[in-house]
């Protein structure tokens, strides 16, 4: 199976009642060979109308916290633990979660990435660890089946808490040294 072909099957999901109320499903965006896969928790407002990940006011943040490492969409991919908007931008519930966990499994499986960075602790609880403190443990590494895997913060976070940006940065310097490291053909400065 391809990326095209497991989007379409997405978009007829209704294995959870986020269905219910999306605009768009969000199914993830970016390049398709990336070696680093960036998992946000889901779609806020402006993804589910224009059914494209990160494009809001997070998404901008997340575009400028990428350049400062020398990366662009154009060489990673995006994906969200949920394809469907959680009411009023909530967390996603377990239930939610598990439902849309094969998704994004086989999204994984497809991409086959190097390097999974999830933004914010609701994505690392749920790929790195269920009691990982984002507070304590941002900007740490692990490796699960070869895949090395990293939490920083939510750009939403970095939004609402401007004073977080310092460490982040210094996350972000970290991931920008082993994407250079492990990774073979995504162009980084």
Request: with cysteine; net charge neutral.
């Amino acid at each position: 199976m391809d990326l095209k072909t497991l989007r379409s099957s997405c978009e007829d999901c209704k294995k959870c009642a986020l269905w219910e109320t999306r605009t768009n499903v969000v199914f993830g965006g970016g390049n398709e060979n990336a070696e680093v896969l960036f998992i946000g928790e889901g779609p806020g407002e402006q993804e589910d109308l224009s059914g494209q990940p990160f494009v809001g006011r997070a998404g901008k943040l997340l575009d400028d916290m990428l350049a400062i490492i020398g990366l662009d969409r154009s060489n990673i991919y995006i994906a969200n633990m949920v394809k469907c908007r959680p009411p009023k931008n909530r967390d996603p519930l377990k239930i939610e979660m598990e439902a849309c966990m094969p998704w994004l499994r086989s999204q994984s499986k497809i991409l086959n990435p190097k390097i999974i960075v999830c933004l914010g602790r609701v994505s690392a609880m749920s790929i790195i660890r269920e009691d990982f403190k984002i507070t304590a443990e941002h900007g740490q590494w692990t490796e699960k089946n070869g895949i090395k895997m990293m939490a920083i913060y939510h750009p939403a976070a970095l939004l609402r808490d401007p004073r977080r940006r310092p460490e982040t940065f210094e996350d972000l310097k970290e991931l920008q040294r082993v994407i250079k490291e492990v990774c073979e053909h995504t162009y980084i400065n």
